[in-house]
């Protein structure tokens, strides 16, 4: 927390809106759309509420298709089950560990042969790094399926200038206790499609239709987020920016004390945007002297977290059956990350002494 957020929280207790409406949602919302650039968002309970009902706003229904990015967490790909369709997965590409156009066209190309054209793209930014929209998107729009931007990760980046969240037809953030800004949990749904908007908004309350006596018509949830954690929202909305300078400097101190290590790649940033180095994540070659289970352990016994790279989700159990499309036909570019991937703590209250520590450790066992 920053200290901001607590004035918020207290106009909540004050007016007693202890409920999941009230004037700090709404405040979010709107403040939240004019900074990312869009029409209008919905806060709701978790990232994965906004991806499910994103893709129920694409009529993603029982039977359906949906290509999703392979190499991210979870959350990005069970509302597809939820909605009773088939995942396709998609690998990333060297350049920005983002969906590989190369193995999308692959996807769709087979997906037309067999008829099976799916009704939404899921495209993942991962670790704060925006994908290559000017790639991916005329695909998309060639077969006329809509883009969905799995923003969880990469609030505060941006696209050709553009700011992450806005770049597909509909953007998901999430606010979970990990993620850059935080609500300890909570997430958003992004787009300037107002009508769908208040859909989404429509489902997400219960789809409760206009009458006092409680009519209901579809099928809703209970996905809307608590006025007093929109409170602690604005707060963190107001230091976003400050914690993305943060984490490229935690970023930049690792690659310059790690960079001449042989066998050490840092995640790269492309040209076309900005990342908000969410996580600073490097890969090792084989011929390093620690792997990176070696340096998590070695980290762990000085109580010092780190985590390798998202498992993919192709080599998930729960989506043993879904098909997948690799870069390259024979080379799969996301379980080459998986194995060599090694992700360094980059929380924004990370102190220098620790930072060096940390740096001290990994020097340590890689010379
Ligand atoms: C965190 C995350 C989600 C899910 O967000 P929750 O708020 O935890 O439900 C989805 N996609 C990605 C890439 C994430 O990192």
């Avoid at 490097?282 to 780190?306: Q, S």
């Amino acid at each position: 927390m920053s200290g901001e957020e607590i004035e918020f929280v207290k106009e909540a207790f004050d007016s007693n809106w202890i409920a999941p409406c009230g004037p700090n949602q709404e405040a979010f919302e709107k403040e939240m759309a004019e900074f990312i650039g869009a029409k209008g968002a919905v806060a709701v309970s978790s990232g994965t509420a906004a991806i499910h009902l994103a893709l129920r706003l694409c009529g993603v229904g029982s039977g359906d298709v949906v290509f999703c990015s392979s190499l991210t967490f979870i959350g990005s790909a069970t509302p597809i089950l939820f909605q009773g369709a088939t995942p396709v997965f998609i690998d990333s590409e060297p350049a920005s560990w983002n969906m590989s156009p190369l193995a999308l066209e692959r996807a769709f190309d087979e997906a037309e042969a067999e008829g099976k054209r799916p009704k939404a793209v899921i495209v993942v930014n991962l670790y704060g790094q925006c994908a290559d929209y000017d790639s991916l998107k005329p695909i998309c729009d060639r077969y006329q399926v809509p883009l969905i931007e799995d923003a969880a990760e990469s609030l505060g980046a941006t696209y050709q200038g553009q700011a992450s969240g806005t770049l597909g037809r509909f953007g998901i953030l999430s606010f979970n206790g990990n993620k850059i800004i935080t609500t300890s949990g909570g997430g958003m749904l992004v787009s300037d499609n107002v009508d769908a908007l208040a859909k989404a908004r429509y489902w997400a309350t219960q789809a409760r239709d206009p009458a006092v006596h409680y009519e209901h018509s579809e099928l809703g949830y209970n996905y809307r987020m608590s006025n007093v954690l929109a409170g602690i929202g604005r707060g963190q909305l107001k230091v976003l920016k400050d914690r993305v300078e943060s984490r490229r400097e935690i970023y930049d101190r690792y690659f310059q004390a790690l960079k001449n290590i042989d066998g050490v790649h840092f995640m790269p940033e492309p040209s076309y945007g900005k990342s908000n180095r969410w996580l600073t994540v490097l890969t090792l070659e084989k011929t390093c002297k620690a792997n990176p289970l070696e340096i998590i352990n070695r980290l762990d016994a000085e109580g010092i977290e780190a985590r390798p790279v998202w498992k993919p989700l192709h080599l998930q159990p729960v989506f043993k059956n879904c098909p997948y499309y690799s870069h390259q036909p024979e080379n799969s570019f996301s379980d080459q990350v998986f194995d060599n991937g090694l992700c360094l703590p980059s929380g924004t209250n990370l102190e220098r002494e620790d930072q060096h520590r940390i740096i001290q450790i990994v020097q340590e066992a890689l010379s």
